[in-house]
């Protein structure tokens, strides 16, 4: 007699098929058999398809091994050209994206796999991959992006359900999606650092008779190519590299060394680019950092020879991968302020004073404050600048030129190749003065010279119109005499601009302005619901009201 749990099971299991079946035979009316054919294979073929984005590796990629688990597997990289037209899209970010599928795609070959490559926006892709293999499950990672992109993935979940397609969204960051309170988060996230990361599967079945499409031209989507031609170079490879002659060299002085354009250089850990576009996953580099860690304690318990510095430096790295998805959480929380300010009481305070020269001398690096302008001729260069000089290029463009951070913040997203939305935006923010819960840092280019670069060995490699300006004078030489002006042969408003402002003028005024908004009782109170939302629970604690 047969087992009437079986008969039930298979009794469903048969409803279930001839209802999907039916439902396919309704989407494909006006098709011809053979679309119908395809897409009514039997779930003992199952398809699944991983979308890569911002996740352009291999190892550490739960969607790539839950999709090889359980069938045949298409890998899909879409270029979108609404996403790279966008006005926070550059050449140098195509270009490096580009790098980074070509070895992902060496990759999958060598274990079997295709990197299906299409141009084109991803629900009319995923719509003809649909039709030609009737994938049943489209597996990517969770993406705390900007607005384009989250109303691309509505569309695309829209697609799903419409098509009977299982999208499933894995989380590869310790951004928590539909967090309720940030109470615990710091947590949360400590949990997700310590899981265990994913292995790298040795097979990916790849369905047939797939053309697998040629990586575009930056023309083709509308870009022009970079000009940042001493850019980092994307790819796997070069993110291991990177990060182990960090942990095991270069970082030994980072702590101190960080804050200099001029020895952060070297000092920095440089991993932004590779974490911006997923070369390397942040969980990967925290738990290097964690072993190199305890490598360092073993070796002072055991009495070897090893750089002091090692210790403070490695912890003070370790505090930073932390705030790189506390960012990005209050990106998640409220993405509004890719557009709006975090705290809503300042709204008006720069927008209608918007001065377009000042904006454009500030993007060409014509400011006249060497240290502005030789951190935006770096950035053109090579798409990489510490954080400290980033920091100061912000609050010397929302304080010393009165500039609102919108448009600021959209055309340092393009100049940044590690440009990270979640990250951005937030930061841009706190350090033009909107949050209300942050103090407020106003730089001086010209301490920033004497503290960072006093020798003017930074200024002079990107400001090579001050090779001969003595060097008391590094930090502000509209203050050369004319004589000796002509005699060093920089001449102030010919071979290198007049101050676009005063310093010490622009200073006292933004303080003032600052300063009064900041005593309203309205941003006051406004400034707790920031607080609430968005402030960092560094001890796991409730903050009080």
Known sequence: MRNPVVKRF????????????AHLRNLCSGHDESTFAVLSQSHDQRVGVVWFKRDLRLSDHRPLQEACNRGKVLCLYCFEPSFWRAADADGSHFRFVTESLMELREGLRTRGGELIIRVGEVPEVLEELWKGTGFQDLWSHEETGNLLTFNRDKRIKSWAEGRGVRWREIPQTGVVRGLKSRDGWASLWKQRMAE????????????????????PDPQDVGLEESTKLNAQKGGSKLAWETMHSFL??????????????????ASCSRLSP???WGNISIREVFQSTRDRIMDVRY????????????AQSLSSFEGRLRWHCHFMQKFEDEPEIEFKNMNRA????????FREDRFEAWCRG??????VDACMRALHQTGWINFRMRAMLVSFASYHLWLHWRQTAVFLARHFLDYEPGIHFSQFQMQSGVTGINTLRIYSPAKQVVDQDPEGEFLRRFCPELEGVPKVYLAEPHRMSGVLQEKVGCQIGKDYPRPVVMHREAYAMARQRMGEIRKRPEVRAESLRVQERHGSRRRGRKRKR
């Open 10 to 21: 298979r009794t469903t299991r048969g409803f279930r098929e001839r209802k999907r079946l």
């Open 196 to 215: 265990p990361l994913t292995e790298t599967p040795e097979r990916v079945e790849c369905p047939d008779r797939l053309a697998p499409g040629n990586i």
């Open 248 to 265: 095991q060299e270069r970082g030994v002085g980072y702590r101190k060394k960080m804050s200099s354009p001029l020895t952060g250089e």
């Open 274 to 276: 590779y974490l911006a």
């Open 299 to 310: 070796a002072r318990g055991e009495g070897r020879a090893l750089d002091k510095r090692w």
């Open 346 to 353: 300042y709204d008006g305070l720069r927008e209608n004073e």
């Open 366 to 371: 014509e400011t006249g404050y060497p240290m």
